[in-house]
């Protein structure tokens, strides 16, 4: 009796929580359908502790660095997952993916090396800090190196730069505003040994290159703050301080700040351009008739100026140069390579990628890809006076043309690079004839080189016109 009373009961009571029930259980199965379709990029097994260090090693130190993305690109496809550096990570050589990536540091990657790194190029530098800092740095740094400013800065910058042609020495002198050749070649030695350590085991103790290098960064430092003394002290006229001058009077920035700063904006600039400096005369060896025609091109604006020191107006003349200097970006770029840290759970189209994953766009990998660029491994520097590549080009904007990175960490000496690269070329075709002497070959392992150091014999070039 009492159960006939309590079922009818309990059954119109259980409906409502039949319903919920059911539609909760349906909700779980859509996740759950939604969460198996989205799913962690494809890859390939590895060994256990080097994971595919070693391939990648042969990869990078090779002349063709992404020989190890294109064969698991063959496998898995254009964003794949291996293990690099003893951790999971998803290299990329999608442009739009890349594209992804350096659009949203800080949101969803941020860019990250290890503390031996850190600990040398200086934890306040906008190379390794994050958020507010990274951007207010970057922001002085863009400003800095804007175009227009790079004339307006110091009168006699154009002038001087090509008077202190050596990357280093040109850093230096424009960026502490140093310009004895005694004071600058103590610098220039300090830098390099400073550089060696950053790019070395990071062993610091006696005799190691970390060690020399930590020694190099502490009397740089030293340097620096005492310039910032004397500068703080002198009032000199507008733009006659470099750019310590006018961190210290315009930014306001803490000593500390000031030093990092500038040792940052010493290593990101000098070995970068100095050796796409170098790439750019090894291809021109290498391509006789794009060689001729700089020197064509050169020779003629040196004609029509009649001097040594070349103008603004000059660097806008030299179109083929440029396209020389865009092509040695994009076959030998020395950023091969970026590294990122997924900051959160990332979902990609449909496939996700878990918070601490390195995020590795190859930016190589789109440079030398023959669906992008047509013969992609020749040095062929007419590609880029094709006007149907005039967007591909612009690295800016393009996913396919990245050799100064992009989004909130892209390059702020990008165009000083290549004014510096563009006057270097002018002085050496104009002046200079070589033969190459050894044969050579690029490598991008510890750091980009020409395996062989570019042994050539110099002559002077016969038909100097002479001032
Ligand atoms: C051909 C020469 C150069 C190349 C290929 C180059 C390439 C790059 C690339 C790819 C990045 C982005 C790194 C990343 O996203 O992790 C970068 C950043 C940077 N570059 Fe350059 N660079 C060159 C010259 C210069 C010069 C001349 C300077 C300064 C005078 C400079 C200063 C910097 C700085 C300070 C950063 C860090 C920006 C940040 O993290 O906010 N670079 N460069």
Request: aromatic share 10%; with cysteine.
């Given at each position: 009796m009492e159960e006939s009373w309590a079922s009818p009961l309990t059954s119109v009571a259980a409906l409502p929580l039949l319903f919920i029930f059911m539609w909760i259980c349906k909700r779980n199965h859509q996740r759950k359908i939604r969460e198996t379709s989205k799913k962690l990029p494809p890859g390939g097994r590895s060994w256990p502790l080097i994971g595919h260090g070693l391939k990648w090693y042969m990869a990078v130190a090779s002349s063709h660095p992404p020989k190890f993305v294109e064969d698991q690109v063959r496998r898995y496809g254009r964003i794949f997952r291996c293990n690099l550096f003893g951790k999971q990570a998803v290299v990329s050589a999608d442009p739009s993916f890349n594209r992804f990536i350096?659009?949203?540091?800080?949101?969803?990657?941020?860019?990250?090396?290890?503390?031996?790194?850190?600990?040398?190029?200086?934890?306040?530098?906008?190379?390794?800090?994050?958020?507010?800092?990274?951007?207010?740095?970057?922001?002085?740094?863009?400003d800095m190196m804007r175009a227009e400013k790079l004339n307006l800065m110091n009168s006699h910058f154009l002038a001087d730069m090509q008077m202190v042609m050596v990357?280093?020495?040109?850093?230096?002198?424009?960026?502490?505003?140093?310009?004895?050749?005694?004071?600058?070649?103590?610098?220039?030695?300090?830098?390099?040994?400073?550089?060696?350590?950053?790019?070395?085991?990071?062993?610091?103790?006696?005799?190691?290159?970390?060690?020399?290098?930590?020694?190099?960064?502490?009397?740089?430092?030293?340097?620096?703050?005492?310039?910032?003394?004397?500068?703080?002290?002198?009032?000199?006229?507008?733009?006659?301080?470099?750019?310590?001058?006018?961190?210290?009077?315009?930014?306001?920035?803490?000593?500390?700040?000031?030093?990092?700063?500038?040792?940052?904006?010493?290593?990101a600039g000098n070995e970068t351009t100095a050796k796409t400096m170098l790439f750019a005369l090894y291809f021109l060896t290498h391509c006789p008739d794009a060689l001729e025609q700089v020197q064509d091109e050169q020779m003629g604006i040196k004609r029509r100026r009649g001097s040594d020191v070349l103008s603004r107006e000059d660097y806008e003349a030299m179109p083929f140069t440029l396209c020389v200097i865009d092509e040695t970006l994009r076959l030998g770029g020395i950023a091969i390579w970026?590294?990122?840290?997924?900051?959160?759970?990332?979902?990609?189209?449909?496939?996700?990628?878990?918070?601490?994953?390195?995020?590795?766009?190859?930016?190589?990998?789109?440079?030398?890809?023959?669906?992008?660029?047509?013969?992609?491994?020749?040095?062929?520097?007419?590609?880029?006076?094709?006007?149907?590549?005039?967007?591909?080009?612009?690295?800016?904007?393009?996913?396919?043309?990245?050799?100064?990175?992009?989004?909130?960490?892209?390059?702020?000496?990008?165009?000083?690079?290549?004014?510096?690269?563009a006057f270097f070329l002018h002085h050496i075709v104009t002046k200079l004839r070589w033969v190459q002497v050894k044969e050579d070959r690029m490598s991008f392992f510890p750091s980009a080189r020409l395996v062989n150091g570019f042994q050539i014999r110099i002559t002077k070039n016969p038909d100097e016109v002479v001032d």
């Amino acid at each position: 009796m009492e159960e006939s009373w309590a079922s009818p009961l309990t059954s119109v009571a259980a409906l409502p929580l039949l319903f919920i029930f059911m539609w909760i259980c349906k909700r779980n199965h859509q996740r759950k359908i939604r969460e198996t379709s989205k799913k962690l990029p494809p890859g390939g097994r590895s060994w256990p502790l080097i994971g595919h260090g070693l391939k990648w090693y042969m990869a990078v130190a090779s002349s063709h660095p992404p020989k190890f993305v294109e064969d698991q690109v063959r496998r898995y496809g254009r964003i794949f997952r291996c293990n690099l550096f003893g951790k999971q990570a998803v290299v990329s050589a999608d442009p739009s993916f890349n594209r992804f990536i350096i659009q949203h540091e800080e949101k969803l990657f941020q860019s990250c090396y290890p503390k031996s790194f850190r600990d040398l190029v200086g934890r306040n530098g906008v190379i390794v800090v994050h958020g507010e800092q990274q951007r207010k740095l970057h922001g002085i740094a863009m400003d800095m190196m804007r175009a227009e400013k790079l004339n307006l800065m110091n009168s006699h910058f154009l002038a001087d730069m090509q008077m202190v042609m050596v990357a280093i020495n040109l850093m230096v002198n424009q960026l502490l505003g140093v310009s004895t050749e005694s004071e600058i070649g103590e610098m220039a030695r300090l830098f390099s040994d400073f550089v060696d350590g950053c790019l070395s085991v990071p062993i610091n103790l006696p005799g190691f290159t970390y060690c020399t290098a930590m020694r190099a960064r502490k009397t740089i430092t030293r340097k620096i703050k005492k310039m910032i003394e004397i500068t703080r002290e002198q009032t000199r006229s507008a733009g006659e301080n470099g750019v310590l001058g006018r961190l210290v009077e315009e930014e306001n920035l803490p000593d500390d700040v000031v030093s990092d700063f500038i040792i940052n904006l010493l290593f990101a600039g000098n070995e970068t351009t100095a050796k796409t400096m170098l790439f750019a005369l090894y291809f021109l060896t290498h391509c006789p008739d794009a060689l001729e025609q700089v020197q064509d091109e050169q020779m003629g604006i040196k004609r029509r100026r009649g001097s040594d020191v070349l103008s603004r107006e000059d660097y806008e003349a030299m179109p083929f140069t440029l396209c020389v200097i865009d092509e040695t970006l994009r076959l030998g770029g020395i950023a091969i390579w970026l590294l990122r840290e997924a900051k959160v759970d990332i979902e990609y189209q449909d496939l996700s990628i878990p918070k601490g994953f390195f995020v590795v766009p190859f930016l190589s990998a789109v440079h030398r890809d023959e669906s992008i660029y047509p013969e992609a491994l020749s040095f062929y520097p007419w590609r880029w006076m094709d006007q149907e590549n005039k967007d591909k080009r612009n690295w800016r904007t393009s996913p396919f043309y990245t050799p100064f990175g992009g989004g909130a960490r892209c390059c702020p000496g990008a165009e000083l690079a290549r004014l510096q690269i563009a006057f270097f070329l002018h002085h050496i075709v104009t002046k200079l004839r070589w033969v190459q002497v050894k044969e050579d070959r690029m490598s991008f392992f510890p750091s980009a080189r020409l395996v062989n150091g570019f042994q050539i014999r110099i002559t002077k070039n016969p038909d100097e016109v002479v001032d």
